[in-house]
């Protein structure tokens, strides 16, 4: 059992559609990052989420944090085939320093 | 400039085979990691570094050593290669120590052990 799961694992959707990815845990998180990985590149950072309940936009994508700092989502509105890739979401927990467990990754295909 | 750069992008070597991994980062961070990603696509941290000393030595066999000359570099070197160490091996850092932070990844290294 990994510290963080997010489902779902693979989602294929078309063009245009709306989707939620979530990301859960037992465990209480610092900081919640959500990263973007494309086939032969390494993970780029989306956001980081603080804050119990705090919700950020970038674009179409909207993060939130859970209340109890232990889950987040991700929903793509309108989703496009630029994005397409491997969303991962990572936690620091308190008193590991800059320690990242990440999670089990959802695989996104947008088909046009 | 690259931020984060790996060398080499692919490896293919024989079972038995000692092997390095190098990675640098022209960012100015202090703390620098290495994660394996399995087929899976899950990403399990290695090692953390902060300042060239080791903060994070996850479970990880003792033929896996990490090697920092200064807090730029932070090179991975593998004894007695095995099937299952067949991965992409990621190097990262980031800038500061505490929770609001992010992590900077290299473009990987595909190991493949045959």
């Known amino acids: 059992t990994q510290l963080l799961e997010q489902s779902p694992q693979f989602l294929s959707i078309q063009e245009g559609e709306n989707l939620t990815v979530y990301c859960n845990s037992s465990s209480v998180f610092s900081s919640l990052q959500w990263y973007r990985q494309e086939p032969g590149e390494g993970p780029v950072l989306l956001v980081t989420v603080v804050t119990g309940g705090e919700v950020k936009k970038l674009k179409r994508l909207t993060f939130q944090f859970g209340d109890a700092r232990k889950d987040s989502s991700l929903h793509i509105t309108a989703a496009q085939p630029g994005d397409t890739g491997l969303y991962l979401c990572?936690?620091?927990?308190?008193?590991?320093?800059?320690?990242?467990?990440f999670g089990t990754g959802t695989s996104l295909t947008v088909i046009p | 400039d690259t931020a984060v750069s790996q060398t080499p992008k692919y490896l293919v070597t024989q079972m038995g085979n000692d092997k390095s991994i190098k990675c640098e980062q022209n960012l100015g961070h202090d703390t620098m990691y290495w994660y394996k990603q399995d087929s899976k696509k899950f990403l399990k941290i290695m090692f953390s570094?902060?300042?060239?000393?080791?903060?994070i030595n996850e479970t990880v066999p003792n033929r896996f050593s990490p090697k920092s000359p200064d807090k730029a570099h932070l090179n991975l070197h593998i004894n007695s290669l095995e099937l299952g160490d067949s991965a992409v091996y990621f190097c990262?850092?980031?800038?500061?120590?505490?929770?609001?932070?992010?992590?900077?990844f290299g473009q990987g290294t595909r190991l493949t052990v045959v």
């Open positions: 990572a936690g620091v927990k308190p008193n590991t320093g800059n320690q990242f467990y």
């Open positions: 990262a850092s980031s800038p500061r120590q505490g929770y609001n932070t992010e992590a900077f």
């Open positions: 570094y902060n300042n060239k000393e080791l903060i």
